[in-house]
């Protein structure tokens, strides 16, 4: 089968080298290069350093919409386009082109979390499973039919890359799966049910702010679904204060206001809204990402002081 390949980050490199080991790469698309950094060097995505080393033709547009790059895509001749977190939404002008269709890897089971940042937001919510989907593109987002979903765990202690890991590697498996379906023709199509739909926005900054009347456990979720970006933070005396890990804790608890610190020294022990939690690694501005007593003894926290 030739395929038209459409990513952009680190997930998507594993599923386009499993594609390429049993299909034609008739050519890769992804975001333009980027700078990026202290020294804005130019940085070309994970998808293209990929398909550079496979000899297969990288396409950037930074406008899909543009009548020379449709025209492009439909020059190549592919059967069928595989899109997984490119970056842009396809309009319909795309959509039409390949004879089996788009179709495209969500991490998630649809139609929970449709959007940019399903995997963050499985893990804020507390959740125990998800999974991927695999789906017929249309002009929604995320709206698609649905082919194929197939479930996995999330482990209490996942964060972030744990999940992506498993996921990239689950999203091989079903992609390939899928293509041998439409192959034979037997691929079914399953409308989604928009009344059960959910949405994963795309992160910001903002949504690492500690809230300290919140639950432990949100808290801790929060720490696991934000590493390494946009990572979870708190102020203390006007600076930010990253928090990488914590857990709950299960000893006496005074009674004081949510932030305040409880206890500092080989941790740091801050009240919660329904508990307290103990953090056990953190990073102060202009710091790396240490212990919490490595970090504490070089920059100690009073007991009794309210972090924001």
């Not at 030739?2 to 390429?20: C, H, N, Q, R, Y």
């Not at 999330?154 to 890991?165: C, L, T, W, Y």
């Amino acid at each position: 089968m030739k395929i038209l390949f459409m990513g952009t980050p680190d997930f998507a490199v594993p599923i386009l080298e499993s594609l390429a080991k049993k299909h034609q790469i008739v050519a890769a698309v992804t975001q333009p290069d980027r700078p990026k950094g202290r020294g804005r060097g130019v940085v070309f995505s994970p998808v293209k350093e990929y398909a550079m080393t496979l000899g297969v033709p990288v396409l950037q547009p930074e406008k899909v919409r543009n009548d020379d790059f449709i025209a492009e895509l439909t020059a190549l001749g592919a059967d069928i386009f595989v899109v997984v977190a490119y970056g842009q939404i396809l309009p319909l002008r795309i959509l039409q082109i390949p004879p089996m269709g788009c179709i495209n890897i969500h991490a998630s089971l649809l139609p929970k979390y449709r959007g940019a940042a399903p995997m963050q937001r499985a893990i804020l919510d507390g959740d125990a499973v998800t999974g991927v989907t695999i789906m017929h593109m249309d002009k929604g987002m995320d709206t698609g039919d649905m082919i194929l979903k197939k479930t996995m765990p999330i482990e209490a202690g996942d964060r972030f890359a744990d999940v992506h890991d498993k996921m990239a590697a689950l999203s091989c498996e079903c992609i390939l799966e899928v293509l041998e379906q439409i192959e034979a023709g037997t691929a079914v199509r399953e409308p989604q049910n928009h009344d059960e739909a959910t949405y994963a926005p795309m992160l910001t900054k903002e949504d690492g702010s500690i809230d300290w009347n919140g639950s432990t456990a949100r808290i801790i979720n929060q720490v696991r679904a934000l590493d390494p970006w946009p990572g979870t933070c708190t102020y203390y005396e006007g600076q930010m204060l990253k928090i990488w890990g914590c857990m709950a804790w299960d000893g006496d608890i005074p009674d004081v206001m949510p932030g305040e610190v409880i206890e500092s020294g080989r941790h740091l022990l801050v009240k919660t809204g329904d508990g307290a939690l103990s953090v056990t690694e953190m990073q102060g501005q202009g710091s790396k990402r240490m212990g919490a007593g490595d970090y504490l003894r070089g920059r100690p926290i009073a007991v009794g002081v309210v972090l924001g």
